[in-house]
């Protein structure tokens, strides 16, 4: 037990924009990956982040075996633009680099609804490569136009659920406990919102750009269980120390 709790406060050299922080907290439920924000309950214990003009995002961990990252992406875009696009980049030790290294991933959603289509890259150390989508078992995701607790008219948003456990797929964890992050939109309709962004300086291409995004078991379950802890266990060799700050509340738009 001790030894796993000095791989909980063990990892990599943090490298990212320290002005930008986003606490991941533990949700009790799982959200069901629909695309869509249909109850507050949903990601009632994740903090909400804004972003740009007019986007917010909200996650939260949770263990219904492996653990997972659940995250909704909204922006209060109403038109369909074919060229539209969701870029989500992830660093899984917030070892930072001037270039996307080999555990650092992009994800490009692009375009909306049935016909929205997903896109994997992964680091080489200098630039980007595209890489084969990983199962369903292990990113799960949706995007659609539909009203939610932000907002009554519809807009799209997009919603994903990530195996933080899971190396089959690329040989490591994509997410490990502490991350760094960055979360973007482009809204490429004339007269639109363009590109917006967390940070709002973030750079796809520069990892050193991103934000940092440590969890929290905020509330603290009254009983520590060892099937939470060795599962947290899994992905603490690789992540950065435990960092917890107040929950960000958003207003509605």
């Known amino acids: 037990m001790l030894s796993l709790f000095v791989l909980a406060f063990a990892g990599t050299a943090a490298a990212y924009d320290p002005t930008y922080t986003h606490t991941d907290y533990m949700g009790s439920t799982s959200p069901t ?3 869509k924000y249909t109850t507050a309950d949903e990601y009632a214990a994740g903090a ?4 740009g003009a007019n986007g917010v995002f909200r996650d939260t961990w949770t263990i219904p075996a492996n653990v997972m990252e659940n995250m909704i992406l909204e922006t209060m875009d ?4 074919a060229t539209d696009n969701y870029v989500i980049c992830y660093d899984s030790t917030a070892d930072g680099g001037t270039t996307p290294k080999t ?6 959603i692009t375009g909306h609804d049935a016909s929205a289509t997903c896109t994997w890259y992964r680091g080489t150390g200098t ?6 989508a990983p199962t369903s078992a292990f990113f799960e ?9 932000t907002s009554s008219t519809p807009h799209y948003m997009v919603e994903f659920r990530i195996d933080k456990q899971d190396t089959t797929a690329f040989g490591i964890t994509v997410l490990g406990m502490n991350f760094a992050m960055s979360v973007s939109y482009n809204d490429t309709r004339a007269g639109g919102n ?6 709002p300086s973030a750079n796809a291409n520069n990892p050193d ?21 060795f599962a947290l266990s899994t992905i603490a060799v690789i992540a950065g120390t435990i960092c917890i700050r107040k929950k960000i509340v958003m207003p509605k738009f």
């Open 141 to 149: 995701w949706k995007e659609s136009l539909a009203t939610s607790p």
């Open 103 to 108: 555990d650092d991933f992009k994800i490009v």
């Open 194 to 199: 363009g590109v917006q962004s967390w940070p």
């Open 78 to 81: 109403t038109t369909n633009d």
């Open 33 to 35: 990956i629909d695309g």
């Open 127 to 132: 630039a980007w490569t595209q890489v084969a």
């Open 48 to 51: 909400s982040h804004g972003f």
């Open 209 to 229: 750009t991103w934000g940092y995004v440590p969890y929290s078991m905020d509330p603290v379950p009254e009983s520590l269980s060892l099937s939470i802890v």
